[in-house]
Structures are given as structure tokens and as C-alpha cells.
């Protein structure tokens, strides 16, 4: 199977040559694909740009007649992800390199997001070094940074084309596998995966649940709700690759509401409820919108209660009506699951500086959230209300039980079917 290498031939085709001849001297086949509008390609692909921009719903000629920059690289991305999504459903994706300054990462980056954890993902950019996340999101994406920009083969670009090809060529070559194969160097057969969210306030529950779902012969794998990880979550869910979610901290729906800086974005909460896969879900860290020194939180939040988590984090209190709509969200998420779903609700905290004594403690807002749940839960939410602290041993005892109960049940029905 060959390695999809994308690029805009027309501007970068010396280098996408230069890189096809890297690969082939290794032994590795490649399929070019030309995502340029402009002008004409330097090198011959073997997807022609009139072909991805058939895919992306219009024409070359078209996108050239317009002259509109943005709207051909937006078709240029749909029509390669759409091309190379189609490849890889048909066997045909060792692995997606792709070299690029902002247009090519754009078009590069479309096309990986979609592959599975173990296609191998390489994009050399001139945008490496900047915020990568719009590009990256929650997939494995290898980010190599050009240093120089990529205009040429120079001293400098050769080195780092060089290093491009050469991981490439490693990780398609490697023993590794696709997920979920045997491999020598790890156990036959991996345990069911679960997958949870922890953030620093919730982080007692997490272990003393991952403690207890191990013990039950499951792998836990714990994401950091910090934007990126629930959104790296929700993908590997949409994967088909976790059994269970321990959906402790759901913090990062009040940044996505309220405008912090760890938005998972709007879909956060939904894999599991589309997929059918059975979730416990509860209220952690809801009490906090997450902003970066306190300098930089916006003025229109003058007058708000703060926190200050350390020089680099400063976490602002949500309102009870923040808190009423938090809940709303969860319960019609929750509502829409095609599997099984439980809420359970911590009454006395739902983050370690919400609890007695702590500078987030608030009753009202606390039961604001409870509010919420319960006007926009449907019937097939399983929702309770307990008298413990989220960091309550016991609570955490009951999450990984329910979720466990779950599964035990599930995976009977599909046994018995």
C-alpha cells in the first residue's frame, strides 16, 4: 500500500518530486496527490488537482475563473480528505505526508483528521511553531516545523524533508500493527478500553474510579479536560475504539458556553450518545471558565469571582445561571444517547475548591446545575443525586460501579443475542 503524499504542485511541486524519488529509493510507494488552483504542476501527480477539486464538489477551472484564494483552498481540502478517506476505507493508506506554509497545512491537516489512530500522520509546515490545534485538533498528528519556508531544496529544507520521509518510512515499516492487533512486544489480547476526564480539581475521583475499573480487567485511558482531550476523546470514541466513558469532568462545556480558553468545541459530549456507547457522566469542575494569567481575562468579566490557580491559570466562578444552562446542555446530550447513560450529581462539590470552606463553594450554583439536568433529561437517563463530595471516595466508588453494571449488562445482551 502506498504513503498519500499531498501537496500544491503548482508552488511546491520541486519539493513533493523530491520527496516521491526519498521514498521510492526506500522502498516505499506513493501516491501524489496535487491540491494546487493557480498554475500549472511541476510534477506529475497521480491525482490531478482536477480530480480533488471534482471531489470537493467544483472545478479547477471554476475555482481559477473566480479567484478566490480561500474558497478554492476550502474545496481543495474537502475534495483530498474526501479522496483520501476513501483510499483508506478501501485498504489503499499506508500513511498521509503532506508539505505545506498555512493553504497546505489546511489541506494537509483535512485529510489526516479523519484517519484512524494507526494511520501515520506527517505534516511538515511553516505553521509548526504557532497554534497548531486547529490543525491538529485531538488527532496523532506528527507536526515537523520547516524552520524555513518551503520554497525550494535547499541545505536547510533537505534536512528536514529528509527527517519527514525518513519517520514516515519508519512508522509504515514498523512492526506495530493496526490498533487492536497482536503485537510481539505487548499482550495478545489488550483489555477493553475505558475512557475518563480528569482536570487537577478532579483528580482523587478519577484515580480511585481508574483503580476500580482496572481491577475489573479494563484499561483506562484518562484525557486531560483541557479543550484537546475531550476532543481527543470524542474521537477515538467515534473510532469505535472505547467500551465505556467515565465522563467525571465535563468542565470543558462551561469554557465552550462562557468563553474560556479550554473549549472542547460545540460536539463535546456527543460520541458516546451517538455511538451507543454506555456512559457515566457527571458534574466536574462545571464551577470554573478556565482563562490564562489574570491580565488577559476580558474585561467583561470585571466583577466576577476569581481564583488564581497559579501565575500561568486563573479560573472564574460560574453563575447560577452559567451553572441552570450547564445542566440544560448535559441533560439534553445525555437525552439523546443511543445507549445506556447515567448522571450522577455530586451535592456537596463538584470540584475540589467547590466543597465547604474552598473559594468556589456555592450551594445555589451547585443546585443550579441539578436544576437543569433535571428539567431537559429524558427517560432513558438513568439521573441521582448524591450527598458526597465529587472527590468523595464513595462517589467515585459509585460512578465506576454504575459504568461497570453497565457494561456487564451490555456486553450480556450482546451474548445472549
Known sequence: MPVYLLGTLDTKGREIGWIRDRFRTAGVAC????????????????????????????????????????????????????????????????????????????????????????????????????????????????????????????????????????????????????????KEDQPKEDRPLIAATMFGVTTPCVMHAQSLLEAAGYEVLVFHATGNGGEAMEGLIRDGLIAGVLDITTTELADELVGGTLSAGPDRLTAAADNGVPQVISAGALDMVNFGPKSTVPEKFNGRTFYEHNASVTLMRTTMDECQRLGEEIGRKATRSTGPVSILFPSLGVSAIDVDGQPFDNWAARMAIWAGLQSTCGSNVQLELLQHRINDKEFAAAAANRLLQMLHQKNSGLSES
Request: net charge neutral; hydrophobic share 45%; charged share 15%.
Open 31 to 182: 501516491t501524489v496527490v496535487d491540491a494546487g488552483c493557480a498554475g500549472e504542476p511541476s510534477c506529475s501527480p497521480d491525482i490531478t488537482a482536477d480530480q480533488v477539486f471534482a471531489a470537493g464538489g467544483t472545478s479547477l477551472s471554476d475555482m481559477r475563473q473566480r479567484g478566490d484564494r480561500g474558497l478554492a483552498i476550502r474545496h481543495a481540502a474537502a475534495g483530498v480528505s474526501g479522496l483520501v478517506l476513501e483510499a483508506h476505507r478501501q485498504g489503499l493508506v499506508d500513511g498521509v505526508l503532506a508539505v505545506g506554509g498555512s493553504a497546505g497545512t489546511t489541506i494537509g491537516t483535512a485529510a489526516m483528521r479523519p484517519l484512524p489512530l494507526d494511520v501515520p500522520k506527517v505534516m511538515v509546515s511553516t505553521m509548526a511553531s504557532g497554534q497548531t490545534r486547529p490543525y491538529v485538533a485531538g488527532r496523532n498528528i506528527f507536526l515537523l516545523n520547516s524552520v524555513v519556508d518551503i520554497a525550494g531544496v535547499n541545505r536547510i529544507s533537505r534536512t528536514v524533508l529528509s527527517q519527514a520521509v525518513d519517520a514516515m518510512v519508519g512508522m509504515v515499516k514498523s512492526s506495530t500493527g493496526a490498533i487492536g492487533q497482536p
